[in-house]
């Protein structure tokens, strides 16, 4: 509880420094109260774990201490964002193309809106939404959020945003998008952008890309894939499958902290043509980015996005890329996906215990825990509630024992169940089988 | 010359992953062909150093690897937040208010434009932009770009950011700006935001709060302070009345990575009214901000910005905090102004090889470098753009020798002059005498 941590914790600040050793102190406390992410028993997140050289890579990154805007104050890192970057969009099958790292991927979906808007209405940047006829977008009920929040930031309102219903395994419904497509320009505005979601935040969905890409081309509207979470299966010769026509995409956001396992944070935002991200962003600021300078400027980066300065996100992956290698990540993928697979099989191997919402495409597993006493119980809709009300309560459980994290939500009609996501390497089959012993130690009570 | 050092390095991503000697010969070639920001002769950047209480803070955050979104997964870090950024705010002279960490200062100031659109047309998010009248900026001439910026991502247009002129000492004209609010208003657009900078980029200069909080307050504008840079004069009882009246604003941008000499990337937004944050960004997703956790969930500051995963920024910030103390910080803040005063000085006792060009308000140093043929002219049009043209060039000498950097840039009718950052409290006099002898030494055959 946050008040019983408070009393616990000394966070004030003084007005004369501390000596080294109640630092030292402050630095023991925190870890000890700290979650331990980088434990096999964290599912709770889509980022976990804690892979030692990109913590190297982040060692290295603090001492370095620089900015990513000029090449100027970061001549080494600028040339590996563009090496990795260059990699990444080779997976992406863009031939060219502009990339850049954002801080998070609701921000490179961000970026994604706004580089269309330039793409598409060139006149917005000097003269703001007003001048456009309103622009509409589209996205899966399942899909992250940060759509809504990139309308609402960039000033095209929420109400702008239709959200397009999803089949069973939780994927954006094609019909269902070409029917709202429609009605907007019945409307008489204009459909704009398509938010195809590969690997949707509860579910691990992937919306079928082909069909979308279809529909954006026969009218005109910009395709942007969101594979924050589920970018990394395109490293997997088995598994990259499950992203089938990216290339048609004008933009791609691939977030390599969340499947591949860099550290916090390192996102990417790709587009397909080259230069749009400085045609929208660029302001020209001449104490920074100066045209005389004795080298090529275009290995200045700081004009691309709005942020200005920007950490650098990029070194612990380039380090952790020549540490595993293509294979290394190849492997590390699969690994997730058979490990989480060995936990649907489980699960299936103990329907007493445990109910498992759907079969999984990714590495996001849905499922119920079900104490003893509503064991004998056939499935009913008051049954489902009770699940839905003992899956918060065994959340609590976990916490105050701090043996093991995972995350419950409710979806649609549904409500409240587990997502356990395997996204650390570090996770064996025994983590997976002390899981579900350690949720019915924990839960056969309730 | 990026061509030359691509040569060099192997930057390459192999597909089978290389040994551990290997990579630790990366990081030594990383280190070695990277610019040494933290180095007492780097005086280019208006973030530099290496604070090694800060630095110990970055190597625990990345070990903690964590993501700042929920209490669930960061409850230190959290807690953390909440006591510095409300001992920001008492510097502020703010009795309650909202803050959060960004990364950076440009998507700071962007999120106080969208904190004031959401406070003055609460029915934007829903509607967005075109449902409102158009909405007018105004920002000085000398402002930072991402006022701009936040105007053309916001979807408000360039158009509708009006700079003001400032005066001889780079500061916003307070009678300009009252003139171009009546222009707007005569135009049937809505004055919305002023933008006032405390700390300017290339001059250090500060806007006058006070006459311009007037003009908000007689004119219904929201008042945000962009004190990215000049924000750490708080702390220090001598320079503080440089933001007299700050305590009026409505946001506040303030960087301690700048300043105060806390490790990229670390920058700040304050409100002064409660709850604006949440109630201009909330999106409610269910599966990461559950309503029914066994915690008090307004712990929870994921959706209080557009980002949802958020980086760890605060534990450097705090433990420096801890080690130095307010009176620390203050310290380390007046010796960064009485270098640059020696500097100054110094740069006055030699009126034959250096020229101010005015009087600093803060740390920033202005000056142009005289060689030797131009020593024994007279002032003129031609010897200044002379001058300006030798700034560059010496400047390329100064990174091909690799023992100094000082950043130029032209400013108005100004062509290229040096500016001079003190930001490091490494930094000695001895530092200052060698900048001026390095500086005579590589350009007075120029």
Known sequence: MPEELEQILDLNLPDKGLPLGDLLKDCRSTLKWQVKTGHPHFFNQLSSGLDIVSLAGEWLTSVANTNMFTYEIAPVFILMENVVLKKMREYLGFVHGDSILAPGGSIS????????????FPNYKKLGLKALPQLVMYTSVDSHYSAMGAAASCGLGTDNVIQIGTDSMGRMR????????????AKGHVPFFVNCTCGTTVVGAFDPINPIADLCQKYGMWLHIDAAWGGGVLL?????????GVERANSVTWNPHKLMGTHLQCSTIHFRQDGILLGCNQMCAEYLFQQDKHYDVSFDTGDKVPQCGRRNDIFKLWLMWRAKGTEGFEAHIDQLFDISQYLVKRIKEMPEKFHLIQEPEMVNVLFWYIPQRLRDQPQSK????????ITAQLKARMMNTGTLMITYQPLRELPNFFRNIVSNSAVTKDDIDFLLAEMD??????
Request: aromatic share 2%.
């Open 109 to 120: 979906n961000m970026y994604a809106v706004m580089g269309a808007r330039h793409k598409m």
């Open 174 to 185: 094609v019909d269902k998008l070409e029917e709202a497509v429609l009605a907007t320009k």
């Open 236 to 244: 997997s010769k088995k598994h990259r499958h499950l992203m089938a």
């Open 382 to 389: 008051e049954r489902i509630a009770e699940l839905g009300r």
């Open 441 to 446: 130690r924990l839960g056969n009570d309730l």
